[in-house]
């Protein structure tokens, strides 16, 4: 052994602050990487913020570039695709979430009445199969069904049903629709997990007395199962609500076209084509901060709420 | 118990209805490599294709001939094994380093990095960041180091370790031992599942990620395979010398009237070459993740 005294924890109230440091310094050393990874690809980026108030020009950097004060803020209002681009993103926020709560918890409901067992767990293991690939993979699929020449809806369309080939791809008027869809596809199975694991915590003795007071199975789930997870069902509500400004930028990068930018640009595109491709820097940026600002009240009111009715918040 | 008709009709229905549900959610991708192994006459006229009247392997032969699919497998599964690697370094040395009680400044870094999950400077800065300050255009880098710690994973793992007994490493540091040997020798050890899980989920987030070599990468035989996969499908228009090659390789091959290779085809090899990995790994997420998914979002 070495010293002769050991150093055991409850003496630290009477070191010094800076002795603790020294004693815990291998612990510094271990979040070091992520710290400085952290700073360079999060921070450094916050500082970038700055420019949604300036003009950038590349040669004086950001510091050096004029200020432009609020002009992008104003041009973001003038600009109609840019509120079109609210719009959308709202609406298929709102879309998601209520199409795919419903789906997730009715999916869940079925799968929670089906006995345990071996044809139990291989539906469940196809059901989860889609949320573990890319929207790449997802949106290739997608157009491998739905395409013109040769996809199986077509063929399904033209030969079983006789009827003229219709365009579901690159058309507006079906696009939200295929995003709700393909949505609950990818996410139905695997959203379903959380609400299993709240089912599974209800009491069995709530059934048992439901079973004696002579209810049949059906009024044991509306009237014990859903209102035991109805707690969950809402934190999760509110929660997703906090995500309503990101509106599923991967799937809709992957499934728009020029064609269904009306009906499907997002925020989050809309900045991508005009800061990535469009390379209007500093407008885009402004475009940003203004999702993100709106994102942290969003937050900041759900979390509130969520306190409020006496679930345990998101920090 | 006994159970009424109306019961054992509705269980009937409900194992049907969630069988075809299954059923229905995989049929894609059957479809998909159903479309991958037939000829194009079979494809145009046969509706539901079950299986292949005669399998046509023409379509990969010929992916596996070209150059991208051999540069976008080689540069995947680089992104794919660096990047878990580097990912779980971070959020291994930093779970351990914030799980102690003691160490002073713990709320600060732990907020630190919580803060980062909420709010961001967004994809511009970001881009520029990378792009023009750090210079790792067109550079693998790019799509390995870029993101900082990954706040999800790390507050997992952090619970984690808060739940092992403290007086292990008491014990284990009244003996003699320091940090280092605590973390390696005792904490690590015991931690295989939890560290199991998430480098799966790591891995598989690599193999799956693209946004990245969107904008980051621009020479055609740097890009992973999703990207490789999304310009062929999704956005061929923008393919250049990848789709020229395509281009006069179906003129060879074809004389533009082969049956036995044809544009859905080729596609539809791309897309199952992808995704098949994962689905190799699948079993072994799925042994992990009902766990894993139970640890991190059932809070309390």
């Known amino acids: 052994m070495g010293t002769s005294v050991p150093q055991v924890r409850t003496a630290t109230r009477r070191r010094t602050i800076l002795s603790r440091m020294k004693r815990e310094r291998f612990c510094y050393l271990l979040i070091l990487p992520s710290f400085i990874a952290t700073a360079v690809f999060c921070y450094w980026p916050m500082y970038g913020l700055l420019l949604a108030f300036k003009d950038l020009k590349l040669r004086q950097g950001i510091l050096g570039s004029p200020w432009v004060g609020l002009k992008w803020f104003e041009l973001m209002f003038q600009d109609p695709t840019f509120l079109q681009a609210i719009r959308n993103t709202l609406i298929i926020s709102f879309g998601k979430l209520i199409y795919g709560t419903f789906a997730c918890i009715l999916l869940a409901l079925l799968l929670n009445e089906l006995r345990s067992g071996i044809y139990k767990k291989v539906c469940q293991t196809l059901l989860y199969l889609p949320h573990f690939l890319s929207w790449v993979i997802m949106a290739s699929i997608i157009y491998n069904i739905f395409t013109m020449s040769g996809g199986l809806f077509t063929k399904v369309v033209t030969n079983l049903f006789q009827r003229e080939p219709i365009q579901i791809l690159a058309n507006p008027a079906y696009f939200r629709t295929l995003v709700y869809i393909s949505d609950i596809w990818k996410g139905v199975g695997f959203g379903t997990i959380v609400y299993l694991a709240a089912i599974a915590g209800i009491d069995p003795e709530l059934y048992e007395a439901g079973i004696i007071d002579g209810a049949s199975r059906l009024q044991r789930v509306l009237f014990i199962t859903i209102p035991c997870i109805k707690g969950t069902i809402i934190i999760l509500l509110i929660l997703s609500m906090g995500g309503v400004m990101n509106a599923g930028f991967d799937q809709i990068l992957n499934l728009y076209s020029p064609n269904t930018i009306e009906v499907g640009d997002i925020i989050d595109t809309y900045v991508y084509r005009r800061g990535v491709q469009g390379q209007q820097y500093s407008y885009s940026t402004a475009v940003g901060l203004f999702k993100n600002a709106v994102n942290v009240l969003l937050l900041m009111t759900v979390n509130y709420f969520a306190k409020l009715i006496g679930e345990q918040g998101l920090y | ?300």
């Open chain 2, 1 to 300: 118990m006994k159970r009424s008709i109306g019961e054992t009709v509705f269980d009937l229905f409900n194992v049907l209805f969630i069988g075809l549900l299954s059923i229905i959610t995989i049929f894609p991708f059957w479809n998909v490599a159903m479309t991958s192994f037939v000829k194009s006459n079979e494809f145009y006229t046969r509706t539901f294709i079950l299986w292949p009247r005669e399998f046509n392997f023409s379509a990969y032969y010929y992916i596996f001939s070209t150059r991208w699919i051999a540069s976008g497998f080689k540069v995947s599964t680089i992104v794919t094994v660096f990047g878990t690697i580097y990912n779980m370094f971070l959020v291994v040395t930093a779970a351990y380093g914030l799980s102690k009680k003691t160490v002073p400044g713990r709320n600060f870094f732990i907020t630190y990095f919580i803060i980062t999950m909420y709010f961001g400077g967004g994809l511009i800065p970001y881009y520029l960041v990378v792009t023009k300050y750090l210079k790792l255009t067109d550079n693998l880098l790019s799509l390995i180091i870029t993101g900082g710690l990954s706040v999800y994973y790390f507050l997992i793992l952090k619970n984690f370790f808060n739940e092992l007994p403290v007086s292990l490493a008491e014990s284990a540091t009244i003996d003699g031992a320091n940090e280092f040997v605590i973390l390696f020798r005792i904490i690590l050890p015991l931690s295989m599942p939890a560290i199991a899980t998430l480098l799966l989920f790591n891995a598989v987030g690599y193999w799956n990620e693209w946004q990245k070599a969107l904008y980051f990468i621009v020479d055609d035989y740097k890009f992973p395979l999703q990207m490789i996969l999304r310009k062929i499908v999704i956005d061929p228009n923008s393919a250049t010398a990848m789709r020229a090659e395509m281009n006069t390789a179906y003129q060879n091959l074809v004389g533009g009237t082969d049956e036995t290779l044809f544009d859905e085809a080729v596609k539809a090899a791309t897309v199952v070459v992808v995704t098949t990995p994962i689905i190799l790994v699948y079993p072994f997420l799925q042994k992990y993740f009902a766990k894993g998914v139970m640890i991190g979002s059932i809070k309390g």
